[in-house]
Every structure is written in structure tokens, then in C-alpha cells.
């Protein structure tokens, strides 16, 4: 109870004036030492310092300035809770509230002002009153003084306020970030609040705020191991969101993707073309649509509640997030969809069709390094070698596997083929290896941020799509095309290129070998590059769009009783009472045809787009009649013939109007069963806000304390919350996902989802699926072991070469070369005589004989040449010496 008692009160009064004019001024002088703004709230350490011993001298009030695991807020045990007019202030830690208030009494007023001007008095006699400079300095080790007690607290209260330690989030956190009072023009997030951040596999993740930064008026977050974000990238907590408003929100979300899944189309030039429709307005004309629909007064008024009204920009935000995604893609806004990654097989990916250039690209990708491969072992022979030498070691018989040592070859050759063949596999070392790290990042969707790594984020919202077991069969076929064929294909192909490349004779033949398959294993990307393939990639950004709507919408939640009743809270009975007991729920082929032709489902847009359509019709005008069509297009020539062909027959054979679901932006149409959503949208219970809150003693609303005590555990997780993330740095994102896959970690855990969801089928995908994955990871450790095994080899391949030298210099290799030294017109004479006379059964050449006829001739070429041939023909003889 507060007290103002004649004279006494009056007195008091004047001294805690007193008290607070020296406080101020002493802010004044150590301010320009002393900056802690950015800590705390309007008040310097030194006032928190001298405050803090005089409450805890006094016994009235414990105040706990060192955060911990379960208390990071300053909490008062005091009977009474300090004010905005007391010596403690307005002080906020790390995002917690500590507004309290003391009893107004002389003897309290008496007792604070001189304790305070004593502890004030004290610090100003120590000169090593820690400040952040002084904190920095200590920590360099440049000035040894010792730390009294104070000046510990004092630096631990820094290091605490600029760098909080990332903790387990309670649900306390996660409210009081979720209901922060935005409307002051400053920052909607301090250090210390939990929010949400996309990580770099675009998965939404829960980390701690760090440091906000005004710059120019724009405020900039460090939340995780992120800095400098936007309010744009950030997100309220959903475990908050969901405590305070519950999950109707996100039943509406899911709604409204399919509101806008039916007003996009791909027709350009049309009004609602993908790329000129403002998906963020139109989200936003839907929320508003459904927050003032009558049905929906309880939530509006759960809204109005001034105790969670401050929050509605916080979910509100949350709830466009999905959709502010969309509207910068369609409008290239950190985007780059020229991105040079991009394949064919990505356009497989997204749409599930397009299938004809990929077998054509697949054949050729297989065929010709095959038939190379085969032409390599044929040529070398090294299954005879094996036979005709059983008693050769392995290592022996290595070599000859990877050496070249051509009997028909020229030596210098052999030797400068070694140097490139080494030269090349040093170049895959530290080229290509790291390109094909990167290049796996990327297919596996952690490569990183920006327009840079577009490809890189296509294949995560991919990633997730097919993690919620969400795609559609021709979507699967090719993901595992566009992962294997980047991976597993890539790194087998430069393994038999090295392989290819070591028995070559021709330096001139190794580098035409390793540009060639340089260019096979890159087809599929040059024909996305086509200026015919893909003009404007609008294909690939409408197919991006749409698998990010396919991201979010669950599919298998919206078709399926139990599951529906696990994610929102609503009895099974209870929905499929509003679902006409249809075990599909909001999955209806046949509501979805009824309900898109009743106009009592439709809003105002939808009702002009109905009738203007209807008008065309009659008028028999096909201009307007296009205008507000929607056209049923599919990625793909082939696919869109098929398309078109079986309209027709059923447009012939049927009267019925069949919902073809195959187009782009009309993959859910069975989903719109607008009736059964009118039903279920406001389904869902609103929480009972006061369960949230207690009232201090000044009969504010204060979020219960007890909260602090619900954490995030294993047995109960939060939402996007993992205590050891490793989403924001690419290489520790490969490193967890290589553990996952070579562990079978990620295997189960797809299995395990597949089974909840009772898809069986699905179960063996995965499990094939985990092998292939487990064999590129390990193919991507064994391509740089097998690079650096047959670089190990350069060595021996040259010591073999030189061993084909005798001490005279004479090689074998020069056997073709028996031509040298003599006259051009003459050198087809010596054919036939060098074949008779050094020719063996096995269609070469008897090397040792001709280097016992160079030594006999002492090396005289010219009489070698004569020799060989006067002995076969007097002409060539003849040759010879008219032309010498």
C-alpha cells in the first residue's frame, strides 16, 4: 500500500528527489565511459550497481542480476513491487519484465538515499570500476588488477546482455516475445526474445535474439549465428502464438492457399497471371475477409482483449509470411531463377512431368561414358594380363591398370601423358572436389542464402515437400533424378575419367577425354539453358511458387480424421460431423465440382468472375470469354497433348464436368470444397487467455512466472526449436546430414513418418530411397580417396616408363618411328620390310629384335634403314640413295 502521511511524506518525498537528482547526475559525468544504452532500459550500470547493494543491504527486496538457466529476469521477492518513480526504476533484462514498487515511507526514502550515495561515493573512489572498455581491457590480460566483487557481477551482466547464452526456451519467453507492445516506433525485438528465422534448408528455426542495431532508422537483428536481419526475415514465436491464440489462425492459412491457388493461373497476358498478381494483397484481403466474417466474433473479440490486442501484428505477420515468400518470387525479389544449376531434371522435380528430354538426356549420359569404359578394358586387356600372369601381385597388376606403358608409343609421349594425366588429377583435387562439396550442398538444399543459391533453395522447399511425404509420384521420380544424377552419377563419371584418362598414350588424347565427359555430365544443365526451353524461366518460377503453396498445405492432414484432429485440436467426431462424415474430409472430388459452381460459396471477386464468364458464354464473345477463364497447363509438350486429348474424349463421351488436376496451380481443385471449409474454419476453440496470466500487486497483468518452469524437452519439444542447430552454417548442415544418412538416421525417420501417416507404400520408397542416399554419401568420401590413391601411382607409372630405356637410350617406343632420318619419298618402301622382318604373331612388333639391330649398327639410322630395306627391295634401296 502507498502512504503519504502530512510532513513525514513530504520529507520523503524531497529526499527521493534528492536521491534521484545525484543519480542523474551521476549518470551524467560516467555516460561518455559508461554506454549501456543498448543493454538497459534508459539506465547506466552504475545506477544498477549502487541500487542493487542498497536493496539487498536493506533485506527488503532480493534482486538477482546474474541470469541463470531458470531465472533471467530480475525478480523481486519483496512484498511490495517497485514503480517508475523509485530508486530501482525501469529495468528490463534480456527481454523480462521487472517493474516493481517499495513502500513510499520516510525511513525507506532515508535509508535508500544514503546507501545509494555511499555505494556511489565508493564506486567513484575505485577507479577500476569496470566499464566495457575496461571489460575488453581486463580480458586482454594487459592490466592485471584484480576484480572486486561488483566489478565480476558487473562484466557477467554485460556479456549476459550482449551475448545471452542460448538456453532451452521456455514457454514464458516464447508468450512474452509473442505479446511485446510494438506501437512505440522502436524495435519490435530485444536481446533476449525468442523468434523465428528460415535457416538455410528454409526450415523456420527458433533462436535467440543477440543484438538490434538501429541504423538510419531501420532496425537490425543477430538472432542465432545470423546477423543484420530485417524485421522481414524474422517471425514471432509459433509455440507462443499457439498458447495465446490457438489454431485457428493456421486453419485459415491453409484456406487461403487455396484461395490462391485457384485465382493464379499460367496464361500470360492475363489479369491473374502468376506473375503480375499480388499474392500478398490478395492474402491480406482474405484475412481481413475471415476476421469479420460474423462466425468468427469470438476470435475477433479473443483479439480485442487488451491484454493480447498489442499482439495481433505478431500473427498477423506469422500467418504472411508463406505468402510474402510467393510475391517475391513471382517477383524475382532475392530470386535469381537464371541460376546456371538449374537443370532439367529440376523441372521434373518441381512439376512431375516434362518427362521426354530427361530419357533422352539419361540415355545419353549412360551410353557414352559405357561405351568408353568398355572401348578402355577391351583396348588394355587387362583380363588377359590377369590370365597370362597369375603369379603377378595385385599391387603389379594395379599398375598396369592405371600406367600406360604402349609398346607402339612414341616414350616422350608416355612420359608427357603422365605429367598431364597428373596434372589433371591435381586439378580434380582442389577443383573439382570442392566444386562437387558445394555442388552437393546445394542438391541437398543447404547452400546457402540469397539470389546466389537460388537452386540451392528450390531444392529444400523441395526437401520438405518430400519429408511431409506431400509430392506426387512424377515429383518423386524426379527428385531422386535431380539428386543421383548431381551426386552419385557425377562423382562415378569423374572416377572413370581418371580411370579412362590413366590409359591414354596421347597426351592430346587425355585432355580431349576429360573435356569430353566434362561435357557429358553437364547436358541436362545446357539444355535448361536453352533460350527454346524455358523462355523467361517462367516454367520454373510457376513451378517454384506452386511447390512452395505445396510446402505448406498438408494435404494429408486436410484428407484424413485423425491426423486433422492430432495438428488442430478438434475432435474426430467433431469434424467429420462439419465434413458430412466423409472419412476424406475436405478431399471431395464431387463437393469441390458442386461448390465451385454455387455462388453462395463465392466472395464478391469470385461472384463478378462467375457471371462476367457466364455473360461471355452467352454472348458466344471468346475474348471475354478467356479473360475469365482459367486454362489447365502442363509442363511439358507431350504431357499437354495427352492433356488436351483426354478433355476432349471426356468432354465427348461425358456430360459430366470432371476436375482435371493435373495443370499447374490446379493440383488441389479436390481440396475446394468450399461448403465444408465455410464449417471448419471457425472450428476450432479459442485458449482462455487468463490461464496465461496473474495479477502482481498493483493489479496488473503480469504472464504467469510459472511458465518460466515449461522448457523445451525431448519428450516435449517446441516448435522449430532444436538445442544444438546447425541450419545457419552450410558445412555443419552437410556434416548433421551426412551423419543422418550414413546412420540410416534420416531413413527412419521418414519410415517412421510414413507409417503415422499409414502410407505403406511410401515406406518402401523410403527405404530404397535411404540406400541410394547412403551410397552417394559414401561415394562423395571415396572420390577424393580413389583421386589421391591413383595420384599416389604417378611415381611408379614414370619409373615404369623409364624402364623401357636401355643404357644405350634406345626405347622401345621408338618402334614407330623407324621412318625418322629417312627421305619422305622413300618411307613406304621400308614397310614391308620392317613388317617381315620384325613382325609377330600377335599383330605388333618384335621390339627387342629391332634394338638389337640398332646396337649392332651402332644407332647409324641411315644404315639401320638401308639394311632393312635392301634386304626386301632394290627400288627402295635405290630410293634411298638418290634421295640421301
Given at each position: 500500500m502507498?502512504k ?11 529526499m527521493?528527489s534528492?536521491v534521484?537528482?545525484?543519480l542523474h547526475?551521476?549518470?551524467a559525468?560516467s555516460?561518455?565511459e559508461?554506454?549501456?544504452r ?16 542498497a536493496l ?9 542480476v546474474?541470469?541463470n538457466e531458470?531465472?533471467r529476469?530480475i525478480e523481486d521477492f519483496?512484498e511490495?513491487?517497485l514503480?517508475?518513480d523509485s530508486?530501482?526504476g525501469d529495468?528490463s ?19 535508500a ?8 561515493a565508493s564506486?567513484?573512489?575505485?577507479r577500476n570500476?569496470?566499464t566495457?572498455?575496461h ?9 592485471e ?15 549476459e546482455?550482449e ?6 526456451p521456455s514457454?514464458?519467453?516464447?508468450i512474452q ?11 519490435d525485438f ?13 526450415n523456420?528455426n527458433?533462436?535467440?535474439?543477440y543484438?538490434?542495431?538501429n ?6 537483428y ?8 530485417r ?5 514471432a ?10 489454431t485457428?489462425?493456421w ?8 484461395k ?7 496464361h500470360?497476358?492475363?489479369r491473374?497471371d ?5 499474392i500478398a494483397q ?11 466474417n ?11 482483449d ?9 500473427l498477423?505477420?506469422h ?13 524475382e ?6 541460376d546456371?544449376?538449374v537443370?532439367?531434371?529440376?523441372y521434373l522435380?518441381l ?5 521426354a528430354?530427361?530419357?533422352v538426356?539419361?540415355f545419353?549420359?549412360f551410353?557414352?561414358p559405357s561405351?568408353?569404359?568398355?572401348e578402355?578394358?577391351e583396348?588394355?586387356g ?10 603377378m ?23 608427357a601423358?603422365s605429367?598431364v594425366?597428373?596434372?589433371?588429377q ?7 572436389v570442392?566444386d562437387?562439396i558445394?555442388?552437393?550442398r546445394?542438391?541437398i538444399?543447404?547452400?546457402g ?6 537452386y ?23 527428385k531422386?533424378?535431380d539428386l543421383?544424377m548431381?551426386?552419385?552419377y557425377v562423382y ?13 598414350a ?8 576429360a ?7 553437364r ?6 539453358k ?9 516454367w ?5 511458387i506452386?511447390?512452395?503453396m ?11 480424421p ?12 467433431e469434424i ?6 466423409n472419412?476424406?474430409?475436405?478431399y471431395d ?12 460459396c ?9 457471371f ?6 452467352s454472348k458466344k ?5 478467356q479473360?475469365?477463364?482459367k486454362?489447365s ?9 495427352l ?6 474424349v471426356l ?5 459430366r ?5 493435373l ?14 471449409w ?8 479459442i ?19 510459472e511458465l ?13 526449436f ?6 545457419y ?16 538416421q534420416k531413413?527412419k525417420e ?10 505403406y507404400d511410401?515406406v ?6 535411404g540406400?541410394?542416399?547412403w551410397v ?10 580413389y583421386?589421391?590413391?591413383?595420384l599416389?601411382l ?7 616408363v ?5 643404357e644405350q ?7 614407330k ?11 613406304d618402301?621400308?614397310v614391308?620390310?620392317?613388317n617381315?622382318?620384325?613382325?609377330n ?12 639391330l ?31
Open positions: 502507498k503519504n502521511n502530512g510532513d513525514g511524506g513530504h520529507t520523503g518525498e524531497k527521493k534528492a534521484k537528482q545525484r547526475a551521476q549518470r559525468k555516460m561518455a559508461i554506454s549501456l543498448d543493454f538497459i532500459k534508459r539506465e547506466s550500470i552504475l545506477e544498477l550497481e549502487a541500487k542493487s547493494s539487498s543491504r536493506r533485506g527488503r527486496s532480493k534482486v538477482s546474474l541470469p531458470t531465472n529476469y519483496s511490495g513491487l514503480d517508475d530508486v530501482l529495468i533484462v534480456a527481454g523480462f519484465d521487472s517493474v516493481d514498487t517499495w513502500e513510499r515511507e520516510e525511513e525507506a526514502a532515508e535509508i538515499a544514503k546507501e545509494t550515495e555511499e555505494a556511489i564506486m567513484r573512489q575505485d570500476f569496470v566495457l572498455n571489460y575488453v581491457t581486463n580480458l586482454s590480460l594487459i592490466d588488477t584484480e576484480w572486486n566483487e561488483k566489478q565480476i557481477q558487473t562484466a557477467r551482466v554485460l556479456v546482455l551475448h545471452p547464452r542460448r538456453i532451452n514457454v514464458r519467453g516464447l516475445t509473442v505479446l511485446k507492445d510494438n506501437g512505440k516506433g522502436g524495435a530485444e536481446v533476449g526474445d525468442w523468434v523465428e528465422i528460415q535457416g538455410l534448408d528454409t523456420w527458433l533462436d535467440l535474439v543484438k538490434v542495431q541504423f538510419e532508422g531501420e532496425y537490425f543477430n538472432v542465432g549465428a545470423r546477423r543484420r536481419l524485421r522481414y526475415e524474422i517471425r514465436p509459433q509455440d507462443g502464438l499457439l498458447r495465446v491464440f490457438g485457428r489462425p486453419i485459415w492459412q491453409q484456406w487461403a492457399i487455396l490462391l491457388e485457384q485465382q493464379l493461373c499460367f500470360q497476358g492475363h491473374n502468376f506473375e503480375v498478381f499480388n490478395y492474402a491480406r484481403d482474405l484475412w481481413f475477409q475471415w476476421l469479420n460474423p462466425q468468427n466474433k469470438d476470435f475477433k473479440e479473443h483479439l480485442a487488451p491484454r493480447v490486442e498489442k499482439s495481433q501484428e505478431n498477423f505477420d500467418m504472411m509470411k508463406p505468402f510474402y515468400q510467393m510475391d517475391d518470387m513471382r517477383r525479389d532475392g530470386w535469381d531463377f537464371n546456371p544449376e537443370s532439367i531434371f529440376t522435380n512439376h512431375g512431368s516434362g518427362y528430354l530427361c530419357l538426356t539419361i545419353l549420359q551410353t557414352i561405351l568408353l569404359l568398355i578402355t578394358i583396348n588394355a587387362y583380363v588377359q594380363l590377369r590370365k597370362d600372369n597369375p603369379d601381385t595385385p599391387f603389379e597388376w594395379l599398375t598396369n591398370v592405371f600406367c600406360v606403358v604402349d609398346d607402339a608409343a612414341n616414350c616422350f609421349n608416355l612420359i601423358t605429367i594425366v597428373m596434372c589433371i591435381a586439378l580434380y583435387l582442389f577443383k573439382v570442392p562437387t558445394v555442388k552437393f546445394s542438391v538444399g543447404v547452400g542464402y540469397g539470389p546466389v543459391f537460388t540451392a533453395r528450390i531444392k529444400a522447399i523441395s526437401q520438405i515437400v518430400a519429408d511431409k511425404n506431400l509430392d506426387r509420384i512424377g515429383q518423386s521420380i524426379g531422386i533424378f543421383y548431381n551426386t552419385l562415378f563419371l569423374y572416377m572413370l575419367n581418371i580411370f579412362n584418362i590413366l590409359n591414354q596421347s597426351p592430346t588424347e587425355v585432355v580431349l577425354n573435356l569430353a565427359l566434362e561435357f557429358v555430365f547436358i541436362d544443365e545446357e539444355y535448361a536453352s533460350v527454346w526451353w524455358d523462355p523467361g524461366r517462367r520454373l518460377k510457376a513451378g517454384t506452386e511447390i512452395t505445396q510446402s505448406v498445405l498438408e494435404t494429408r492432414v486436410l484428407s484424413s485423425r491426423l486433422f484432429s492430432d495438428k488442430y485440436g478438434i475432435s474426430v467426431d467429420l460431423v462439419m465434413c458430412d462424415d472419412d476424406h474430409l475436405l472430388a464431387d463437393s469441390s465440382r458442386h461448390d465451385r459452381k454455387n455462388i453462395n463465392f466472395d464478391d471477386t469470385e461472384l463478378f468472375e462467375y462476367s464468364q457466364k455473360r461471355a458464354e464473345c471468346a475474348e471475354i470469354k479473360e475469365f477463364t486454362l497447363r502442363i509442363f511439358g509438350k507431350p504431357e499437354q497433348h492433356l488436351d486429348l483426354q478433355r476432349l468432354k465427348f463421351f461425358c456430360s464436368d470432371f476436375n482435371f488436376n495443370g499447374v496451380f490446379n493440383r488441389h481443385i479436390n481440396y475446394r470444397t468450399w461448403s465444408r465455410e464449417k471448419v474454419l471457425y472450428l476450432s476453440k485458449p482462455n487467455v487468463s490461464n496465461l496470466f496473474e495479477m502482481n500487486s498493483d493489479n496488473l497483468p503480469i504472464i504467469k512466472k518460466e518452469k515449461i522448457k523445451h524437452t525431448s519428450a516435449k519439444p517446441f516448435s522449430n532444436s538445442p544444438n542447430s546447425t541450419a552454417d552450410a558445412n555443419k548442415a552437410l556434416r548433421r546430414r551426412q551423419y543422418q544418412v550414413l546412420t540410416f531413413m521418414n519410415v517412421r513418418q510414413s507409417l503415422y501417416q499409414k502410407d511410401r518402401v520408397f523410403w527405404l530404397l530411397n540406400i541410394l542416399e552417394a554419401f559414401v561415394v562423395q568420401y571415396g572420390f577424393p580417396m583421386n589421391l590413391i591413383c599416389g604417378f611415381p611408379y607409372c614414370l619409373e615404369n623409364k624402364a623401357l630405356f636401355d637410350g634406345f626405347t622401345r617406343c621408338d618402334c618411328l623407324i621412318g625418322n632420318g629417312v627421305p619422305e619419298a622413300c618411307v618402301y621400308l614391308d620390310g620392317f617381315e622382318i620384325f613382325a604373331d600377335e599383330g605388333g612388333y618384335d621390339c627387342d629384335a629391332v634394338g638389337e640398332y646396337r649392332e649398327m651402332d644407332y647409324d639410322l641411315v644404315a639401320i634403314f638401308l639394311t632393312i630395306a635392301g634386304k626386301n627391295n632394290a627400288d627402295a634401296l635405290a630410293c634411298v640413295l638418290e634421295n640421301e
